[in-house]
């Protein structure tokens, strides 16, 4: 009994046509390859893949300052390599590019692959009728645990700003504040008064250059546990507080400010030291048993394969949008959780509703989820993004719309422009730059 498929299962590998391979597609392929660009308060990047049955899926290919060069990475030279694919290959669609760009990893590629991903996984859920999450294995909890930003210029400002978010529903909440001596610093939201500013969100800081920022180590590591223990002290035990060092250490200046504070029991400390040089973690974690969370401007898995199998970190801050994709991100957190390393993803308003809306698919699927930055976007960008996810009792949820669930209004879209904003440099008092 010989049927064709046999014959063809039975030709040698090599001599199949890509297009022979088993496919749950039946026959349909990527017609329509776009990228959007929009800047509803701020720019978002977004590919548009269309199949010849007219499903069209989403991903986010946003670099915060470096915008147009995912453009032209995606217009340039990946969307005419889409077209005529099969679209529920994810797996050989990812590989077929990084194995084929040759040039290997660094975020303008890996930003463009992961909307790629982004966006196959949207549509497949589309046609299968199925949340993005029950493709990855289902719900493994109610919600995810978020943390908002908090912060201010002065201790009075700083408690309001806790209380706000914990009234909006916040369960766990990040502090950021500003050091005597400094102008602006990172984080802090720059009408100072509670309300009136969310630090990253708007001004976007809109301009040809960026604005510059003056930093001193020293003053800052002073001036930190003093706020947290106020912060402690009013809030009580129970309360996870963050705190993101911002890159701004080194390793030792970062074990000593872990271990002073060790008392105030904070949930993490974000980006202690730079972390290209992943051996330098050894030395934080020598000095102090403060949880760790590092990687959103990591873009693969190779810059975490130290900090993982050393165990030097306790959390994942990769973003969906940076790091390759669902598919690529699955796989990191697949790897630390062999290490009982958990996620933390990033989630700011640089990334879209549609990155996030990606975040938490994977976050309610994955094992090892640990939480969830989230700040609502303006009305702007909810009006270009239209979200399904929901955030209740401080606990989001990505919904059970088919897909990633978040469409794109393109008269909306098209009605804000692109215009140039770069994140802000920073300065030691002497004039020598630092990371920002
Ligand atoms: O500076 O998203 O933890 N969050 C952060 C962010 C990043 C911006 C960069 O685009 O560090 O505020
Ligand atoms: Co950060």
Not at 83 to 89: A, K, L, S
Not at 246 to 249: A, P, S, T, V, Y
């Given at each position: 009994m010989t049927t064709d498929q046999h014959a063809d299962e039975s030709a040698?590998?090599?001599?199949?046509?890509?297009?022979?391979l088993v496919s749950s597609a039946a026959g349909t392929t990527i017609e329509r390859v776009e990228v959007l660009v929009t800047n509803p308060t701020r720019n978002f990047v977004t590919l548009r893949i269309t199949t010849s049955d007219g499903v069209t899926g989403l991903g986010d290919a946003t670099v915060n300052g470096r915008e147009l060069a995912v453009v032209s990475y995606l217009r340039d030279h990946v969307a005419h390599l889409l077209?005529?694919?099969?679209?529920?290959?994810i797996e050989d669609t990812w590989q077929y590019l990084y194995r084929g760009a040759y040039w290997r990893r660094g975020p303008i590629t890996m930003s463009a692959i992961a909307a790629v991903d982004m966006a196959l996984c949207d549509i497949k859920g589309k046609v299968t009728g199925q949340p993005v999450y029950q493709l990855l294995g289902g719900a493994t909890r109610a919600g995810l645990l978020a943390y908002g930003h908090a912060s201010g210029a002065e201790i009075p400002q700083i408690f309001e700003s806790v209380h706000e978010h914990l009234e909006e529903g916040y369960r766990a909440v990040r502090v950021q504040t500003a050091v005597p001596g400094l102008g602006q610093v990172y984080g802090v939201a720059a009408a100072g008064a509670s309300g009136a500013g969310r630090y990253d969100y708007e001004p976007a800081r809109r301009g040809l250059r960026p604005t510059e920022e003056q930093w001193d180590t020293r003053a800052y590591m002073r001036h930190l546990p003093t706020v947290f223990e106020a912060v402690r002290a009013e809030f009580g035990p129970e309360l996870p507080l963050l705190h993101d060092g911002?890159?701004?250490?080194t390793p030792n200046q970062a074990g000593q400010l872990g271990r002073s504070l060790e008392?105030?029991?904070?949930f993490w400390l974000e980006d202690c030291t730079p972390a290209e040089n992943q051996e330098g973690l050894r030395r934080v974690r020598a000095l102090t048993s403060q949880p760790l969370a590092i990687g959103e401007i990591f873009n693969s898995i190779w810059d975490y394969q130290t900090l993982i199998t050393e165990q030097l970190i306790d959390y994942v801050r990769s973003a969906v949008t940076h790091t390759g994709g669902i598919t690529h991100l699955k796989k990191i957190m697949d790897f630390a959780s062999l290490y009982q390393i958990r996620s933390g993803f990033h989630g700011p308003t640089d990334i879209s509703p549609v990155g996030q809306a990606a975040a938490l698919h994977l976050g309610l699927a994955i094992h090892n989820f640990g939480i969830q930055e989230y700040m609502r976007h303006s009305d702007e960008t909810l009006s270009v993004f239209r979200t399904s996810y929901t955030f209740t009792d401080g606990l989001l949820h990505p919904g059970d719309t088919p897909g990633l669930g978040v469409e794109y209004d393109d008269e909306a879209g098209a009605a804000f422009e692109y215009s140039p904003a770069y994140l802000p440099v920073n300065r030691l008092t002497d004039g020598t730059m630092h990371d920002w």
């Open positions: 040698p590998v090599g001599a199949r046509a890509q297009g022979d077209e005529g694919r099969d679209p529920w290959r911002h890159h701004r250490m008392p105030y029991d904070l």
